[in-house]
C-alpha cells in the first residue's frame, strides 16, 4: 500500500526566511497531491494541488514542486510569517481512490 | 457561507453508549466523508459517500456506521463506544462524483472531540 511520510519533527525558522517541507512516498506516484493546512483546533484548508505532469505550481508566498523519479514534494513558504504557523499536510490522490493523508509537519515561525 | 457543518463540537460517553455525529455541507458537493484523527496517526478514512445513495468502508470502519440522509447530510453512528473511539473526528465533502477525487480538493469541518471513557 501506499506510504507517505512528512518529517515528524517540527520545523523551527526566523520570520522572513523560507520554510520548505518535504513530503515522500512510496511505491506508485499519484495522479495529484494535494497540500492542506491545519491550526490547532480546525479543521485541514485546502491550499495547492499539483499533478504529476506538472514539475511546479504557485500561489502567492506558497510553492509546490513534484518530483516523480525521487517520489517526493516539496512545499515552499518564502517571506515567512508568524501567521504561517501551523501543520501542513500532504495528500496522495492515486487518481482511482481516496485521498491519503500524510501524518504532517509542525512549523513555528518566530518573530 | 457556513461550508462543512459538524454537531456536536464536543462529547464525551461512557463505554456502550451510542451516539451519531452530524455533518451538513451547503455547497452541493456530491463526495462526503468521514475521518478520525488521532496522534501520531495522522487522518484516516472512516467511511465515505461517493454520491448520494452510496456509501463505502474506508480504512478504519469497524464500530462504526454511517447513513447519506441526502445529498447535504452525512452522519456517523458509534452503536457501543470504546475507550478506542476516543478521538477528533473530521466530516469532509469534495465536489468529485464517484471514488475519484480528481480536481477535487476536500473540504473539512472543525471537528468533533470525543472522549470515551
Known amino acids: 500500500s501506499q506510504k507517505i511520510e512528512q518529517n515528524s519533527e517540527a520545523l523551527n525558522i526566523q520570520e522572513g526566511k523560507t520554510a520548505t517541507l518535504t513530503c515522500n512516498y512510496t511505491?506508485?506516484?499519484?495522479?495529484?497531491l494535494q497540500w492542506y493546512r491545519q491550526d490547532p483546533g480546525r479543521g485541514p484548508v485546502f491550499l495547492l494541488l499539483i499533478r504529476e505532469n506538472e514539475k511546479e505550481k504557485r500561489k502567492e508566498r506558497l510553492k509546490v514542486t513534484f518530483d516523480t523519479t525521487l517520489k517526493q514534494s516539496l512545499f515552499h513558504i518564502t517571506a515567512s510569517q508568524p501567521a504561517d504557523s501551523a501543520t501542513y499536510l500532504c495528500a496522495l490522490d492515486m487518481g482511482y481512490s481516496t485521498l491519503t493523508f500524510g501524518k504532517g509537519t509542525m512549523l513555528l515561525v518566530s518573530p | 457561507n457556513a461550508g462543512v457543518t459538524q454537531t456536536p463540537k464536543f462529547q464525551v460517553l461512557k463505554t456502550g453508549q451510542s451516539m451519531t455525529l452530524q455533518c451538513a455541507q451547503d455547497m452541493n458537493h456530491n463526495s462526503m466523508y468521514w475521518y478520525r484523527q488521532d496522534p501520531g496517526m495522522g487522518l484516516r478514512l472512516i467511511y465515505y459517500s461517493a454520491s448520494e445513495g452510496t456509501t463505502d468502508k474506508g480504512e478504519v470502519p469497524n464500530g462504526y456506521n454511517v447513513s447519506r440522509l441526502n445529498k447535504r447530510e452525512f452522519s456517523l453512528r458509534l452503536e457501543s463506544a470504546a475507550p478506542s473511539q476516543t478521538s477528533v473526528y473530521f466530516c469532509a465533502s469534495s465536489e468529485g462524483q464517484g471514488t475519484f477525487s480528481y480536481n477535487s480538493p476536500l473540504h473539512f469541518g472543525n471537528g468533533t472531540r470525543l472522549t470515551v471513557t
Open positions: 511505491n506508485y506516484s499519484p495522479a495529484y
